[in-house]
């Protein structure tokens, strides 16, 4: 057994060994810089422009790379190790086409703020500009969805940038920093040293908050009588868990989590409200829409959240704590604003912070309220329902899973009915809404925490999308779980189609989708099919018996909805409830 001891030691004497100044070329100088970084998995696909790199891997025992698919994905696991781990998430890909399957997997997270390095590389230097083969610019192509980016233009600028880069990635709002290594770059020589300081002009996020708008938010818990906490994926990005949870206990605000902020406060809790927006808690949503102070931790008012932006949160006073002034007021007017970082923030805070002892009447209306409006659905004993498919995943799992999803339906039944007691739990695209997110991301998250149960819960429209990543699961026993919630369309598209376009079903029908069970085992992946209950049981307890990868398609019916729906264009308040009332 290697011991905690034992792996520092090793860690140390592996940093000691790469830091030695030697002549190298650029590929080895970037291989040595990750392993600086504390890079212990990387992601990628490789190409001609690229080839020096993966020269470089090759014999190198140090350095770890799993080879995807397809680019996309690569950079969707290395999204699903960052989410899942707190570290920085790395990818890989060549120039032109291997550079641009990274684009939708880039804007995926820089929505939703997660700190990832991505390398490509480009044709020599001399050729830029030139549309020479398998050229893109592809700088300026993320230019609006990255966080920085560079194009390395001198072998000796690169172990500068790549510390630069982590350190952009995993600072201040984070997000994800390009770098474009040309091919001549990567095999150019020089010495190598390792650069332990960040000196970057104009960029300096501020982290501790104004001590004055510290206490403008103190004097407005004391005269609340209806405040309410909504926490962002600010709170899980920043390591502030610990800090919510003292505040809310402390003060005895109840709390709202948003998508992406779900894990961050547990989910058994009494002040515990549920997710809010569009298919949200009832009790949420109306909480917001009758609160007299919002106290807004990470979360950035998406639209999703926040319905009719003139009908929003009425009677409230608004607080905003963002490590990103930027989106401070961007969408809902901001009455207390503070920008620091939000363990900091809470930190100080909770210094200060005192019971809300005007909100005694409020606490009981709002748990009254919970406890008589629930995510609910009408079971069936003939039919495989959804909700209670995650009900069960959830049972089984006792709530201690890293559950990932891709985008749809299944997205939002895996929020409303599996409950999470602690962050980093839950990895899902929420700003961009990426189909094919799910089971690549999984296959990250696992890499990530080898020891925990993963789950990928997945539409069987979004699983086609990265289905191929299966390959990689059987090669190297990645043993995520795989579930897949088979209603034969496009459920999302079709519940709107249903709800919004007066039953005008377009363009939805993915009956054509192959045999999943089979398409797993022909990649060398336990499969298993579900149309009942007890069917549905049995295979997912043997699914999570079996040692390595496995693949659970659920058969349900095509015409479930989520509930409760808030329409676009509507305020939070006005809810759908269907088989929710």
């Not at 992406?260 to 002040?271: I, T």
């Not at 930027?326 to 809470?346: C, M, Q």
């Not at 189909?435 to 429209?461: E, K, L």
């Amino acid at each position: 057994m290697v011991t905690q001891d034992a792996t520092l030691k090793s860690k140390e004497e592996l940093k000691e060994r790469l830091s030695k100044p030697e002549v190298i070329t650029g590929s080895e100088i970037l291989l040595r810089s990750l392993l600086l970084e504390d890079v212990d998995c990387v992601f990628g696909y490789p190409g001609g422009a690229v080839l020096y790199i993966y020269d470089a891997m090759h014999g190198n025992p140090d350095f770890n790379h799993l080879l995807t698919r397809h680019e996309q994905g690569a950079i969707h696991a290395a999204d699903g190790y960052a989410r899942a781990s707190g570290k920085v998430g790395v990818c890989i890909a060549t120039s032109g086409p291997g550079a641009t399957n990274l684009v939708t997997g880039i804007a995926t997270a820089y929505m939703d703020s997660v700190p990832m390095v991505v390398i490509t590389g480009n044709v020599i230097s001399s050729l830029i500009g030139s549309d020479a083969f398998q050229e893109a610019d592809i700088t300026g192509i993320t230019m609006p969805i990255t966080k920085h980016s560079y194009l390395v233009r001198d072998v000796e600028d690169l172990p500068r940038i790549i510390h630069e880069a982590f350190h952009i990635a995993n600072t201040g709002r984070k997000g994800p920093v390009l770098i474009d290594i040309p091919k001549d770059i990567s095999a150019a020589k020089t010495l190598f040293k390792p650069v332990t300081e960040v000196n970057i002009r104009g960029y300096n996020p501020t982290v501790s908050p104004n001590k004055n708008q510290v206490d403008k938010l103190i004097k407005a818990i004391e005269q609340a009588e209806r405040p309410l906490i909504l926490a962002g994926g600010g709170v899980v990005y920043s390591g502030g868990h610990e800090q919510l949870f003292e505040f809310a206990t402390k003060t005895q605000i109840p709390i709202t989590t948003t998508l992406l902020g779900l894990g961050a406060f547990p989910s058994g809790n009494d002040l515990f409200l549920g997710m809010p927006g569009m298919h949200g808690t009832y009790t949420a949503n109306k909480a917001i829409q009758s609160s007299d102070l919002l106290i807004n931790i990470g979360a950035r008012f998406d639209d999703r959240v926040t319905g009719k932006l003139d009908g929003f949160a009425p009677l409230a006073k608004i607080v905003h704590i963002d490590i990103d002034p930027a989106e401070i007021g961007k969408n809902v007017p901001t009455d207390i604003p503070i920008v620091g970082d939000v363990k900091t923030v809470l930190e100080i805070v909770n210094k200060l912070a005192k019971r809300a002892d005007k909100a005694d009447d409020w606490r009981a209306k709002l748990k009254a309220s919970s406890e008589q409006y629930p995510f609910r659905y009408k079971d069936s004993d003939v039919e495989l329902k959804p909700q209670w498919v995650v009900e069960l995943i959830h049972e089984t799992t006792n709530g201690d899973a890293i559950v990932t999803t891709d985008v749809g339906q299944h997205q939002m039944w895996a929020a409303q009915f599996y409950k999470f007691n602690k962050p980093r739990s839950w990895v899902t695209s929420g700003g961009l809404g990426t189909m094919g997110f799910g089971f690549p991301s999984a296959i990250g998250a696992q890499m990530a925490n080898p020891d925990r149960v993963v789950v990928s819960i997945n539409g069987d429209g979004g699983m086609q999308m990265c289905a191929q990543e299966l390959a990689i699961c059987a090669i190297n026993n990645i043993p995520v779980k795989v579930v897949i919630i088979n209603n034969q369309v496009l459920g999302m598209v079709r519940q709107w189609q249903e709800l919004i376009y007066d039953n005008r079903y377009s363009h939805i029908d993915l009956s054509g989708s192959p045999d999943f069970v089979k398409l797993s085992e022909a990649y060398g992946v336990k499969g298993f099919r579900a149309t009942n209950k007890e069917e549905a049981r049995a295979v997912w307890e043997e699914a999570l018996r079996h040692p390595g990868p496995a693949v659970v398609e659920f058969v349900v019916r095509k015409e479930e909805n989520v509930y409760p729906m808030v329409a676009q264009g509507s305020t939070i308040d006005e809810m759908i409830m269907g088989d929710a009332e």
